[in-house]
């Protein structure tokens, strides 16, 4: 059975109800039958809610699913950074897993610095204020590394996002065996029946 990792912005498809919405629910109907495993982040780092409100909890995020019909989805889980991931519902991980995850987000975002501090400085931002309106563009990229960061590490088959950045991946040695597809080819696979691994073979 293939498997499926959708990134945040797949949440937010469903949630607002834009264009991919379908194919998105159409995935995690896949599921609901059986013929497809579909899983996906649950992260604090780029759960800003509108308002300018954020999810501290995991049962808050949970309960945001459930709302939204999507309260049966599995979940993966990030690496524990305080601050960035629910409590309790996190992985304690080496250095080799940080180091990681730090070039997942310098491939996907190669002008900006992976590490807050130093994005916090570059900004003129209060380091110690992580939920402020600056601070939110760096969250919801280190949310994206973190995504797929727990894709790889669960060893699932196929990435699915709307975000062209994760198009570099696949372009970069270390990710050569990435598979990304958006959710309308993701779809298409699963219709035809056809094994994510047949996009591995490049020319």
Partial sequence: MPSFTLDT?????VDENRAVRG????LIEAARCGDAD???LASSACEHQPGGAHLNRFADFQKRLIA???GDIALLRPIARHGFSFHGFAIMSDEAAVQRERL???TLFPTTPERWLDYAATH???KKDLHSAGAWKWRNRL????????HENAERDVFVTT?????????KAEFADAVIMTPAQAVRTLAAGQSPHLRLHRT
């Fill in 9 to 13: 912005n797949c949440l937010i498809d």
């Fill in 23 to 26: 194919d998105v629910l159409t």
């Fill in 38 to 40: 579909i899983a996906m």
């Fill in 68 to 70: 939204i019909g999507l």
């Fill in 104 to 106: 997942i987000f310098k």
């Fill in 124 to 126: 003129g931002l209060d």
């Fill in 143 to 150: 949310g994206a590394a973190q995504a797929f960061w727990s």
């Fill in 163 to 171: 975000d062209d950045n994760f198009a570099r991946l696949p372009n």
